[in-house]
């Protein structure tokens, strides 16, 4: 009997850490169990064909809100072509609501609830050995003649019970690595799964150090801690920092979901001392109204959670990624925008303005129609509006995100959105008046080469903050110039450069700074471009600037940049 497990990940560099789980633990049954992932970028038809070639009898899916629709369509085409296959789903997207799933796709035959191994190896000992029966097994709902039977629920297991699940590094060189060292959340955020089990459950350190060791070994380019709350117990936290810092190989790069505000000095002094570019963070916000976070049931203390924030960014040596939620009860239009420049103010490296997601089995699934929050009826669920906030408020909020996730989170345009910041009363008011320039000038429904997010905000400039001042036009097109060239070696120069600095010279700069030539340019400034961009204000200062590549800030990915004077 063969069994396919299949994951549908939403891009090809993720994995997907479930179904390599519940391999290991079925190991037994190895010489049954095959592995198949996708992403959501697919054709329904090519994961319909590469399913059918394996002639399975089995076919289990791991289902998430990003690739459920997806899976729905494919598992009807498949019936069809394979009638006596067995269907089966897991995962968060119908663990909730295992029966009305049963009942709406007439081709799934079951769905395992919740955690999955031991779950996984039973089945597997059902449909291979028949050592039992479908009824005797916890945590499962499945289609019995014209009922559906769901049986008793599934007690939580012990981490260290859970095998290490990646037993060919070699095929993950080139993807991201999902690990967790912990299960369940201390918190209670009502629009977050993880909620559900408040009981945290922790990998012994000694087991995780081994296995982290492994990636270390493998040189993986990034590890990502599922764990919801990381640093929710100290001293397992600070002994897995520590180590990877005592171990680091120069490359891994490892990611952390934490609770900033739960961070004391001593840890923000530790994490100030790691490698630059050896850890992200990434810090939930969702919103700074105070009504909101009690409403939704989030402790945070925010004023701890800024001051911890600023800390680590001047040490300059870790990525931070803020998070905000759109659609939170009590957060109408101006409420955000508030909560939106408070977070933009802690300069993170990035902000990820979400849409709030009505998850099923979520407190907020059953506290929405209290705030008037409509949601999408199929997944991701998203919110449409709410009391507070109209569809076309979240619209207007749609096009603030699309404008920082390419002005902002690209890191291609610090400087210059830095100087447009004194031109605008707010960051708030900068961004929503360049998603109205985009969709004025029918900017926003195509796609946009780098260079020409470039021109784009150039005359966006000149439309919106340019006074018939000449010296401002220069200055600007300057910054933009520095940072278009932080990021690589342009092969032409932009419309928008100004004259560029002769061969011979540019020459004599980069040797003199023992720069390779292809891996160096050197460009010429009238006016104090930074300084212009920190302050708002300019004056003429003519000089070189040299960009060395082969130096890159392991942050930002900017070119390390060297100010000559003229001679």
């Known amino acids: 009997m063969k069994i396919l497990l299949v994951a549908v990940n939403a891009k090809y560099i993720h994995s997907n850490l479930a179904i390599y789980y519940l391999k290991e633990y079925a190991k037994t049954y190895e010489e049954h169990i095959e592995l198949a992932e996708y992403t959501i970028n697919h054709r329904t038809e090519d994961i319909l064909k590469g399913i059918y070639k394996t002639q399975a009898d089995v076919v289990a899916f791991s289902c998430y809100i990003w690739n459920i629709e997806i899976i729905t369509e494919v598992v009807v085409e498949l019936k ?39 779950t996984f190896l039973e089945l597997m ?47 993950f060189r080139n993807k991201i690595i999902y690990y967790e060292s912990s299960r369940g959340c201390p918190f209670s955020c009502s629009y977050c799964l993880s909620s559900l089990d408040r009981r945290v459950r922790l990998r012994s350190t000694e087991l995780v150090k081994k296995e982290l060791q492994i990636f270390l070994d493998y040189e993986i380019a990034q590890v990502k ?33 934490i609770s900033a ?38 402790k945070m203390d925010l004023k701890k959670l800024a001051h911890n ?11 931070q990624h803020l998070d905000l939620i759109v659609g ?8 955000f925008i508030n909560s939106f420049n408070d977070v933009y103010s802690l300069k993170a490296d990035q902000l990820q303005l979400g849409f709030l997601k009505v998850l099923k089995g979520s407190y907020m699934e059953t506290d929405s129609s209290n705030h008037g929050i409509v949601y999408q009826d199929r997944a991701p669920y998203e919110v449409l509006q709410t009391d ?40 708030g008011d900068l961004y929503l008046s360049l998603s109205e320039y985009y969709e004025v000038n029918g900017l926003d429904q195509i796609g946009h080469s780098r260079i020409r997010r470039y021109e784009i905000l150039l005359d966006f400039f000149k439309v919106n903050v340019l006074k018939e001042n000449k010296d401002l036009l220069d200055v600007f097109e300057e910054i933009l110039t520095l940072d278009m060239f932080l990021r690589e070696k ?37 006016y104090d471009v930074i300084n212009a961009s920190l302050t708002g204000k300019f004056e003429k200062r003519v000089g070189l600037m040299v960009f060395d590549y082969s130096r890159r800030d392991p942050l930002n990915k900017g070119a390390k940049l060297t100010e000559v004077k003229e001679d």
């Open 125 to 171: 000992e059902c449909f291979v050995d028949s050592k039992m029966d479908l009824s005797q097994i916890k945590g499962i709902a499945y289609k019995s003649a014209d009922d559906i039977v769901l049986t008793e629920d599934r007690e939580a297991m012990s981490l260290d019970a859970v095998p290490f699940p990646y037993d060919d590094m070699e095929s």
């Open 388 to 427: 507070l906030l109209s569809y076309d408020e979240i619209l207007k909020l749609k096009g603030l995100c699309d404008m920082v996730e390419a002005y902002y989170n690209s890191g291609q345009f610090t400087y210059s959105m830095e100087f447009l910041n004194h031109y605008c009363k707010t960051p």
């Open 328 to 335: 939170l009860p009590y957060e109408d239009y101006d409420s």
């Open 309 to 319: 924030v600023e800390k680590i960014r001047k040490g300059h040596n870790i990525h």
């Open 261 to 298: 505000d739960m961070l004391d000095e001593g840890e923000i002094e530790f994490l100030n001392t790691l490698r630059p570019g050896q850890v992200q963070l990434e810090i939930g916000v969702q919103s700074t109204n105070p009504q909101t976070i009690e409403a939704i049931h989030r």
């Open 225 to 257: 801690f599922v764990d919801r709350t990381f640093n929710c117990k100290k001293n397992h936290a600070m002994e897995i920092w520590t180590y990877i810092k005592e171990h680091d190989n120069g490359i891994t790069n490892f990611h952390f979901e």
């Open 80 to 118: 069809k072509v394979m009638p006596k296959v067995k269907i089966w789903f897991g995962g968060p997207e119908v663990s909730y609501n295992a029966k009305e799933c049963l009942q709406a796709i007439d081709e799934l035959d079951g769905i395992t609830i919740g955690e999955g191994e031991q």
């Open 490 to 526: 342009m092969k032409s120069r932009p419309i928008f450069a100004h004259e560029g600095v002769e061969y011979h010279r540019m020459r004599e700069v980069l040797d003199r700074y023992n720069i390779n030539r292809r891996d160096g340019h050197v460009e010429k400034f009238n």
